[in-house]
């Protein structure tokens, strides 16, 4: 019988998104998942055929991590890629936010699995202004592109708002862009 494996793929994974989290996206690699789960090289090339498998696998457990943050900062359980939320992680998790949003290519990335979290934002705005799918899309974007203009400056500490700043400024550019679609 085959030895039972002391490190699991499910390990390896955690260990990556707390690299991640903790040193950046550049900081995820071979050396430092072996470090960080206190073991050689080989349990992570046993389960991965290479760091390319490894960073395809790691970008839903990301999305899962955020969308578990953003429902527990939500008052509703609800995640809104355009609410104080997605500020908040960004200044609380901002290589994070930078994998998820801010690398090249990334939103190819994980598109597909951010297409759920966004169709249903897209349907509670379609019920809330009585506006078409597309109309809604189009303000989800809008809203989204503003709330994520002020989240990277402060994940990447461009500039130094306090939260309440940004709040009073994402409520007036979320009125303005919602005004027209008022009953």
Not at 23 to 38: D, F, P, R, S
Not at 65 to 75: A, H, I, R, T
Not at 82 to 95: D, L, Q, V
Request: with cysteine; proline share 3%; hydrophobic share 40%.
């Amino acid at each position: 019988m085959p030895a039972r494996k002391q490190i699991t793929k499910d390990m390896i994974i955690k260990a990556a998104l707390k690299i991640l989290r903790e040193k950046g996206y550049e900081a995820v690699n071979i050396k430092e998942l072996a470090c960080e789960l206190n073991c050689s090289t080989q349990p992570v090339y046993l389960s991965f055929a290479g760091m390319d498998e490894l960073r395809g696998e790691l970008a839903p457990a990301a999305v899962d991590f955020f969308e578990k943050y953003m429902k527990q900062d939500s008052e509703d359980n609800t995640v809104r890629l355009y609410g104080m939320e997605y500020i908040r992680f960004a200044k609380n998790e901002p290589r994070l936010f930078w994998y998820l949003f801010m690398r090249a290519h990334s939103f190819a990335e994980i598109k597909t699995l951010l297409h759920p979290i966004i169709e249903k934002s897209i349907a509670e705005l379609m019920t809330e202004y009585n506006i078409s799918h597309e109309e809604a899309d189009l303000l989800h974007d809008r809203m989204w592109m503003q709330a994520h203009g002020i989240a990277a400056m402060t994940a990447t500490d461009f500039c130094d708002w306090d939260m309440d700043k940004a709040a009073r400024m994402l409520d007036k550019s979320c009125r303005d862009f919602t005004a027209e679609y008022k009953r």
